[in-house]
């Protein structure tokens, strides 16, 4: 009888350990930090919250077409730049208050939601920030790891 009393909290512990696992896989397969997406086209759900990003890292292969879904919770405007050294550099001197809708470049007012997708062609890294001023220097930076493969 000692051992059936032990069943029902042994139970519970199976239970909790099983649907935590599952809660680890079921981010992992969402792609930031996890799995490598792609090819083809992906929709990625990236906030900001608290002038940071959800995640700073996301892999994909080449010929990956992620569509950034942003949800900006924060008080203050924001902006996603995803591209080159070269894009960053011309994004860096802040004097564009607002971006057109092209390819890799989003602005978002407070509590403002969008979209921009973006194509990673090869293997490298991609760099993506905001670069309103002071938001870089906060920690408003990730990269796009694609690799070959």
Same mark, same amino acid.
């Given at each position: 009888?000692?051992?059936?009393?032990?069943?029902?909290?042994? #139970?519970?512990?199976?239970?909790?350990?099983?649907?935590?696992?599952?809660?680890?896989?079921?981010?992992?397969?969402?792609?930031?930090?996890?799995?490598?997406?792609?090819?083809?086209? %992906?929709?990625?759900?990236?906030?900001?919250? !608290?002038?940071? &990003?959800? &995640?700073?890292?996301? *892999?994909?292969?080449?010929?990956?077409? +992620?569509?950034?879904?942003?949800?900006?919770?924060?008080?203050?405007? *924001?902006?996603?730049?995803?591209?080159?050294?070269?894009? !960053?550099?011309?994004? #860096?001197?802040?004097?564009?208050?607002?971006?057109?809708? %092209?390819?890799?470049?989003?602005?978002?007012?407070?509590?403002?939601?969008?979209?921009?997708?973006?194509?990673?062609?090869?293997?490298?890294? +991609?760099? &993506? #920030?905001?670069?309103?001023?002071?938001?870089?220097?906060?920690?408003?930076?990730?990269?796009?790891? %694609?690799?070959?493969?």
């Amino acid at each position: 009888m000692r051992w059936r009393s032990a069943v029902v909290p042994m #139970a519970l512990i199976v239970t909790a350990v099983v649907t935590a696992a599952g809660y680890v896989l079921d981010a992992r397969a969402s792609g930031p930090d996890g799995d490598v997406l792609g090819p083809g086209e %992906v929709s990625v759900q990236l906030g900001i919250e !608290h002038s940071r &990003f959800s &995640f700073d890292r996301l *892999h994909v292969r080449p010929g990956t077409t +992620v569509r950034f879904e942003v949800r900006n919770t924060d008080p203050i405007a *924001h902006e996603l730049i995803v591209g080159d050294e070269a894009v !960053h550099r011309r994004h #860096a001197t802040g004097t564009e208050p607002s971006h057109p809708p %092209v390819p890799g470049e989003l602005s978002l007012g407070a509590h403002e939601t969008g979209s921009t997708t973006y194509t990673f062609d090869r293997a490298g890294t +991609v760099a &993506f #920030a905001c670069h309103l001023p002071g938001h870089v220097d906060y920690g408003m930076q990730g990269e796009v790891v %694609v690799t070959g493969g």
